[in-house]
């Protein structure tokens, strides 16, 4: 008999030691303050951010209805507009677009992985509630007259820490989500494997950490400067959103948008039935557009650094990957079948928004092509590029209302309303073009964007067809939230794989129990291994 | 009965993993060393902006000594030799070394905050100047660096007295030590951005 080192154990013994407890799963109001499950953290996410989205997306309506007369129509005070108008900029980001992709990522991307909980469980429920607590300081901030060009000191002071604390929340969903896509991975789902949606966040969120990191610092900067310094800099109530303005503007604002790329390959690859051949190139070109959008070095702006070759090169060069993922995506089609579904107009009108968004942000970034803002050092005065702003938060919203819908087996308890769904998105694609468009129109022709007293942004004409495209994005997003109610609903025989899927979320019960899976993962030997079992069948 | 499948041995381990702790702490370390960099190129720009203008960047009667930030630089260094010999001597069970050594860490780590804490005492510099503003928020955000490692450490330190770390698993150690190694980096480039050119 061999000797070793350890004893050897029985096979009972053995199977004892490796036989986990099983967590017993919370209930009721524990189950969802106390929760450290990525699904519930992530449902927290999604509904939060679509409830504070319609109040963004109402102001930027009220915005776009004040610009059809902004002679005789006064929905903003004076005093006010300057301060509403930064909320609803800074709102389109912090509290709706990335919580929402935040949220959908946290429910699918561990399921995806084979994983059964997100890394470090407990700084994700963190983030949440600190993004929670960072929304309503924000809210408030404004309440108390503060933020940018507000006239309260304390206000003003909030706003920054708000920020700050909105900043840190999405850095620490965002370290949560990367590590998860690393580091708990199975054996045999080497990254090369990992499914388009998963891979699309793991870019993303590594995109957060080192962009998001120096407007944290900005941050510190316009604390100190407000709170000691007397406003010398960038803390002057004045100066506080021109220093974040590099935010909103091409390159740094697509990283918003990264994982519509993934869920476009995903959903489509699915709908397919089939392989993924150019794989590999769909990868590279999300990877590519994440490089591409790395925005940060822009922080302290200047005309020159605008019109810098780097700027123009990574503008011009951002529509390639989306071709080229395009491309790659459309082969697979060559070998599989097609299938409409809601998840695919969604998944398509996304795609298209940011396709429309990234275009016209290449050509934004060729110099001299646009009139000269009308405010010297600053980086998107010019009303085109609200318009690539937008195309960017738009396509997030679609793709993140396309998750909840594609994977609402794994969001919530049945399938969402497929009708619905097939409407929601083709009003959400014509809402968003119809937004964008416009304001795209008004920059080429000269038209700055004018943050005077009365608001005035875009094209007198043009600005009814803003106002309609605003009011359709908000009807699209009823409607999907409409077609979400199903999921509500408890179903004993509503089913874990509703599209044939082909990657391991959808070996996951319907709803997922807190470990995510019931039977052990199968040996993954490919990017595909649904379809793998189904061959061995 | 003691048949074959009985006397059988364990399963085999797992495949070895990324770890989680590590990836996690080094992508929070990449975040930390962006922030840092995103605040030191707003003070070199700023800088280079006035001094390309004929101006001062420091105001008038400012005293930046070198020796504070020198010896803190100093400090730091043996810092990250204290650190390494924790980990080395988890590695090897030398657990008797392996407290020393981070008890030592921990001690350089408050000198340094004693350092630039007496650094700020001598140089007389109100923060209401745009040199004063971008000094204290550079230098006091790596206060707070800091203070974040040492907590960090302190807290693999505890968890390795309570055993949870030694020779085949000292992953905690390891990310607290990959943090620790990124502060002494951002101390680096302060203390010459800062302190040496002034």
Redesign the interface.
């Known amino acids: 008999m061999a000797v070793?080192e350890t004893p050897?154990?029985?096979?009972?013994?053995?199977s004892a030691?490796?036989a986990s407890p099983t967590p017993s799963q919370p209930t009721g109001l524990a189950a969802v303050l106390g929760s450290g499950d990525h699904k519930v953290i992530g449902r927290l996410y999604i509904v939060t951010s679509l409830i504070l989205g319609l109040v963004v997306v109402g102001l930027g309506e009220a915005f776009a209805i004040e610009g059809l007369k902004p002679e005789t129509l006064q929905i903003f005070s004076n005093d006010s507009v300057f301060q509403l108008f930064t909320l609803a900029r800074v709102g389109t980001i912090f509290l709706l677009a990335l919580p929402l992709v935040i949220g959908i990522s946290l429910v699918v991307v561990p399921l995806q992985v084979g994983s059964h909980t997100v890394?470090?469980p407990r700084a994700a429920a963190a983030s949440y509630w600190g993004w929670l607590l960072g929304s309503g300081l924000l809210i408030a901030s404004y309440a108390m007259n503060g933020g940018p060009y507000g006239g309260s000191s304390d206000g003003v002071n909030l706003w920054i820490a708000s920020m700050g604390l909105l900043t840190v929340s999405v850095?620490v969903a965002?370290?949560?989500l990367?590590?998860t896509v690393?580091?708990?991975?199975p054996?045999g789902l080497f990254l090369s494997r990992t499914p388009l949606f998963a891979w699309s966040v793991l870019v993303a969120a590594?995109m957060w950490?080192?962009?998001?990191?120096?407007?944290?610092?900005?941050i510190?900067?316009m604390y100190?400067?407000h709170r000691?310094?007397?406003s010398?800099?960038v803390g002057s109530p004045t100066a506080l959103y021109p220093s974040i303005e590099w935010l909103f503007r091409n390159p740094q604002i697509y990283v918003v948008a990264i994982p519509v790329l993934g869920f476009f390959g995903d959903v489509l690859q699915t709908v397919s039935g089939a392989r993924m051949k150019l794989r590999g190139v769909a990868q590279a070109a999300i990877g590519a557009f994440g490089l591409l959008s790395f925005g940060?070095f822009l922080?302290?702006p200047s005309e020159a650094a605008l019109d810098s070759y780097l700027v123009v090169a990574m503008g011009l060069l951002a529509v390639l990957p989306l071709l080229a993922l395009a491309g790659s995506v459309a082969d697979v089609f060559r070998a599989g079948s097609f299938k409409l579904r809601a998840g695919v107009l969604y998944a398509v009108a996304a795609f298209l928004i940011l396709l429309l968004g990234v275009a016209a942000g290449a050509l934004g970034s060729i110099p001299d092509l646009l009139d000269a803002p009308t405010k010297a050092g600053s980086v998107s005065d010019n009303i085109f590029f609200l318009g690539v702003s937008h195309a960017a938060v738009l396509a997030a919203v679609i793709a993140g209302l396309g998750g909840i819908h594609w994977w609402a087996t794994k969001v919530g308890r049945q399938p969402a309303n497929e009708g619905i769904g097939m409407l929601a998105p083709l009003v959400l694609l014509l809402g968003a073009a119809l937004t964008v468009i416009p304001d795209l129109v008004a920059g080429i022709v000269g038209e700055g964007l004018e943050l005077s007293a009365d608001y005035r942004g875009g094209l007198t004409g043009t600005n009814g067809a803003v106002a309609v495209g605003i009011g359709l994005v908000a009807l699209g997003v009823l409607l999907s939230i409409v077609s979400f109610i199903p999921l509500l609903k408890r179903s004993e025989d509503a089913p874990a794989d509703p599209w044939d899927g082909l990657t391991l979320e959808w070996l996951a019960p319907t709803p997922p129990p807190l470990a995510n899976f019931v039977d052990d993962l199968p040996v993954i030997t490919s990017a595909e291994p649904l379809i793998d079992l189904r061959e061995e069948k | 009965m003691a048949t074959s499948a009985a006397l059988a041995l364990p399963p085999a381990a797992p495949p070895a993993r990324p770890r989680v702790l590590l990836v996690g702490t080094a992508l929070a370390v990449a975040g930390t060393l962006m922030a840092f960099a995103g605040l030191i190129g707003v003070y070199l720009a700023q800088r280079h902006a006035v001094l390309a203008q004929g101006g001062e960047w420091l105001p008038e009667g400012t005293k930046l000594p070198l020796t504070p930030g020198t010896i803190g630089m100093a400090t730091m260094l043996l810092s990250g030799v204290t650190i390494w010999w924790a980990v080395d001597a988890v590695g090897r069970n030398f657990r008797q070394s392996a407290y020393l050594a981070l008890g030592l860490t921990i001690m350089f780590g408050l000198a340094v905050i004693n350092s630039t804490t007496f650094l700020y005492t001598q140089m007389d510099l109100a923060v209401g100047s745009k040199a004063g503003l971008l000094i204290y928020a550079v230098t006091g955000a790596h206060l707070a660096m800091i203070v974040a490692g040492l907590v960090f450490a302190a807290v693999m330190t505890f968890r390795t007295l309570g055993g949870e770390y030694h020779g085949r698993d000292r992953e905690g150690l390891v990310a607290a030590a990959l943090f620790w190694y990124a502060t002494i980096a951002v101390y680096a480039v302060i203390w010459y951005a800062i302190y040496v050119t002034k």
């Open positions: 070793t050897p154990e029985t096979v009972d013994a053995a030691t490796d890394a470090f850095l965002g370290v949560s990367a590590t690393i580091a708990l991975r054996a590594l950490i080192l962009t998001l990191p120096v407007l944290f610092g900005l510190v900067l100190i400067d000691h310094a007397g010398i800099y940060a922080v302290a």
